[in-house]
């Protein structure tokens, strides 16, 4: 019996990886599943083995992509001390959600999917606002250890946060400068 190579990436992988990079490029309606199977250099049988319906290649990249944002979110709430100033631990926060690898794809992946929920894929709709929920409290979590203490401001904080990063998110296709971060950690910061 021949041993399994651990660093080979299963069918499943590289069909997801390629998936989110196609979806970035085209968008999930421009992206159908035999492009995905060209550009992963697989046959449509072994696509279609694992991915019959591209609904279920979109949720399994939604559950991908909101467990990485939760992950990154916790891990920040964790690194987060009582002298950490408020300004920096929002800018830390930022740049764990927009930047992976040195790359924006993820940002411009979540771009791609808050667009697919919003013109009708429901249940993308409802995994991402239950997602939203919990990426509030996160950071309101977060947001206490910085020191913050009146209740109002970190719910308010919280709640901007996401309307200022999606929006930039939005306006620049994913891609965002870290001028335009900054932007965002100093008006979350201001007194």
């Not at 970035?24 to 697989?42: C, F, Q, R």
């Not at 009582?82 to 940002?107: D, M």
């Not at 919280?158 to 999606?166: G, H």
Request: hydrophobic share 45%; glycine share 8%; charged share 25%.
């Amino acid at each position: 019996m021949g041993k399994i190579n651990a660093e080979r990436p299963s069918a499943q992988d590289v069909i997801l990886k390629t998936a989110a990079r196609l979806f970035t490029e085209k968008g999930v309606h421009g992206t159908s599943l035999n492009d995905i199977a060209d550009a992963a250099g697989m046959s449509k049988g072994t696509l279609y083995y694992h991915y019959p319906a591209k609904e279920q290649l979109v949720n399994d990249i939604a559950d991908a992509h909101i467990e990485g944002a939760t992950d990154a979110m916790l891990l920040w709430m964790g690194g987060v001390k009582r002298e950490t100033p408020l300004r920096e631990a929002v800018l830390s926060l930022l740049n764990a959600l927009v930047q992976e690898n040195g790359e924006e794809r993820k940002s411009l992946l979540h771009v791609v999917l808050c667009a697919e929920a919003a013109t009708g894929n429901e249940p993308l709709f409802t995994k991402l606002s239950e997602a939203y929920r919990a990426w509030t409290v996160i950071l309101e979590l977060g947001l206490l250890r910085a020191n913050v203490r009146d209740a109002d401001a970190v719910l308010k904080r919280a709640q901007t946060f996401f309307t200022l990063l999606d929006g930039y998110r939005l306006q620049n296709g994913g891609r965002l400068t870290g001028a335009q971060l900054d932007a965002i950690a100093e008006l979350l910061s201001e007194e």
